[in-house]
């Protein structure tokens, strides 16, 4: 039996580790690309190739200087706390994804109309 199967995807000393890395900078990096290139119908340097390759230059960029910031941002909004003092229960990234749709849904059935002020 080979033990390779047996561990997790994603341990730090696991062999897979820098693949699965480089699958998710490559697949994220050619998901904004298309959503540029594709959805969005914008004209980039190098078509979609080209984005892809700045998508990727850019995740690494911000990956390499801004990882730890983030991390303890993205922690800070999950459990909300002061020190050892924990202000609230409530997760601050669904509320925030939460309210961001309901308001969303209701402008897209009120069919994007701008206010008359």
Request: net charge positive; proline share 3%.
């Amino acid at each position: 039996m080979n033990i390779l199967f047996a561990l997790p995807l994603a341990l730090p000393s696991s062999p897979w580790t820098i693949l699965v890395d480089i699958l998710f900078f490559g697949g994220i990096s050619a998901l904004f690309a298309w959503y540029f290139f594709v959805y969005l119908r914008k004209d980039l340097l190098g078509g979609f190739w080209g984005a892809v390759f700045v998508a990727g230059i850019g995740a690494l960029i911000l990956f390499a200087t801004f990882q730890t910031i983030i991390r303890e941002v993205i922690m800070w909004l999950m459990s909300p706390r002061i020190g050892t003092v924990q202000l609230s229960n409530v997760n601050l990234i669904a509320i925030s994804i939460g309210a961001y749709l309901a308001l969303y849904i209701m402008n897209q059935i009120n069919h994007n109309k701008e206010r008359r002020d």
